[in-house]
Each structure stands twice: as structure tokens, then as C-alpha cells.
């Protein structure tokens, strides 16, 4: 009878098994560590300092969604994989009209803050209330805009009334493919829609009249590598125009390289690059 493996060994089998998309995704992993180790956190306006909150955050998402493929718990890899294909077409909508818009996405901060203040009144200290609401009060004017009727109303969501929805976002950066091909699929397993499990009933193992499901699962592997990769590489980019986290040259090289290997491998398996 077969020993079964350890967490090590299983690791060390689905890493052998897409070894060049776990490659890629490696060297661009360090060399994203390696910036972030250098950068000291100098920032000289708004978009600056909304950059120095958004490349962490998504190189910490890129970070998780390599280590849940190394295991193959790609349900949970795709949860990240979704955040961070939100936070690309944030990034990317913010640069377009970086200081006016990178200064609305911090001043949200207020409008989210008030809003547990109220929700947990009496809960909070009454000095952080005040300060609170004293900060919201002057960031609120960003967020009001007049309706149809001429009527004030406060924006539900940082990005209005520029835009209403995240498709929005999407359309006006030029990713609706992903918005239908990624976003989609990947809000389905977020919600556990029945093709959430798909992985684990397509692999499943049967012997005779007994059926196994593969809980393990690695099948998403490789496609959610090579996303997670791309979107990354999308917000690196974009950030390092203007905070020079890494030397050009090297980023270019490790992004062109990885995703002419991506985009190979995709027409190799029947698929368009998106």
C-alpha cells in the first residue's frame, strides 16, 4: 500500500508538474520582494501615497495565490485571484486621472470610518468619534453629486458618480473581455456557485462503483498562475512608472519573458490570450 504524502512532498509534485508556470511567477515574486524590502516609503503627492497602499496589497494577494496553487486549494487561489483583478482595474482607473482620483480613493477612508461609527455608536471612544467625524466632514463635499432630480446625494461606492459599477471600471480601462472571461467566473466560485466544485467532481477518482472526489484538486493550476502573474505584472507596472520600486529594465525583461510563455501555453491548450 502506497504511503500517502505529506504537505512537503504533495507540494514538491504539483510544483514539478507546472514548473514553468510556478518559474515565472517566482522571479517575478522576488523581484517584487526585493523592491519592497528597498523601498523607504517617500511619497510627494496623493497618487504617490495611494500606490504605496496598492503595489503591497497586491503583491501580498500574488504572494497567497502562489502558495494555495503550490497545495492545489485553487478555490481558495481564485478568491484572491478575483481581488486581485479588481485591485488592476482600480490601479488602472486611477492612473488615468491619478491625483484627482487616487485623492477620492484615500478620503473614502473617512466615508467607511463614519460609517462604523454609526453603526457601533457607544462602542467606539468618544475621542475617536470626534476625530472621525471631523475628517469625514471634510471629505464628504468629494463624494455628493446632484441626481436626475437635482438632488444631493452622498456616492455609495468611492468611484462614483464617474462611474456606478465595477463594470464600469472595466469598460473604461479597456478589460471588459476580462470582466466576462475572469471576473465572472471567478465571482461564481467566490459564492460557491455549483461550478465552484467543478475541479473536484471532474478529477474525481472512481474504482469500480466507489467515486472519489479530488478534494486537492490542481487542475486550475496553471491557468490561475498565469492570471495571477499577469495581473500582478499589471499593477507593477503601472505603480513602478511612477515609484521606481525596481530597476525598468529587469521588471521588462521578467514580464516579457513570462508572458510570452503564458500566451504560448494558452495556445497550446485550444485558448485565445486575454
Not at 25 to 38: E, I, M
Amino acid at each position: 500500500m502506497t504511503e500517502p504524502m505529506d504537505e512537503n512532498q504533495f507540494k514538491e509534485m504539483t510544483i514539478a508538474k507546472h514548473r514553468e508556470h510556478f518559474d515565472h511567477v517566482y522571479r517575478l515574486h522576488q523581484l517584487a520582494q526585493d523592491s519592497l524590502g528597498k523601498y523607504r516609503g517617500f511619497t510627494g503627492n496623493q497618487y504617490q501615497a495611494a500606490l504605496q497602499l496598492i503595489f503591497p496589497r497586491a503583491y501580498k494577494s500574488f504572494d497567497s495565490i502562489r502558495r494555495l496553487c503550490e497545495v492545489a486549494s485553487c478555490e481558495d487561489a481564485a478568491v484572491i485571484l478575483r481581488c486581485l483583478l479588481n485591485l488592476t482595474v482600480v490601479t488602472r482607473w486611477i492612473s488615468l486621472k491619478p491625483q484627482l482620483r487616487a485623492r477620492k480613493y484615500l478620503a473614502w477612508y473617512w466615508v467607511e470610518m463614519n460609517r462604523e461609527v454609526e453603526q457601533f455608536r457607544g462602542v467606539i471612544p468618544a475621542a475617536w468619534v470626534a476625530d472621525v467625524r471631523k475628517h469625514y466632514q471634510a471629505v464628504k463635499p468629494q463624494f455628493e453629486h446632484k441626481d436626475k432630480q437635482g438632488r444631493t446625494r452622498m456616492s455609495k461606492q468611492w468611484y462614483e458618480a464617474e462611474a456606478h459599477t465595477i463594470l464600469d471600471l472595466f469598460k473604461e480601462v479597456g478589460l471588459e473581455k476580462q470582466y466576462e472571461e475572469a471576473d465572472r467566473p471567478l465571482s461564481g466560485v467566490e459564492h460557491s456557485d455549483v461550478l465552484a466544485f467543478f475541479a473536484m467532481v471532474a478529477e474525481a477518482g472512481r474504482k469500480e462503483n466507489e467515486r472519489k472526489l479530488e478534494i486537492q484538486s490542481d487542475l486550475f493550476a496553471p491557468h490561475y498562475l498565469r492570471n495571477a502573474f499577469q495581473y500582478f505584472a499589471d499593477i507593477f507596472r503601472t505603480c513602478n512608472k511612477t515609484i521606481a520600486f525596481a530597476d525598468e529594465k529587469q521588471l521588462e525583461q521578467t514580464v516579457t519573458e513570462g508572458m510570452k510563455f503564458y500566451e504560448s501555453d494558452m495556445r497550446a491548450r485550444g485558448m485565445s490570450p486575454i
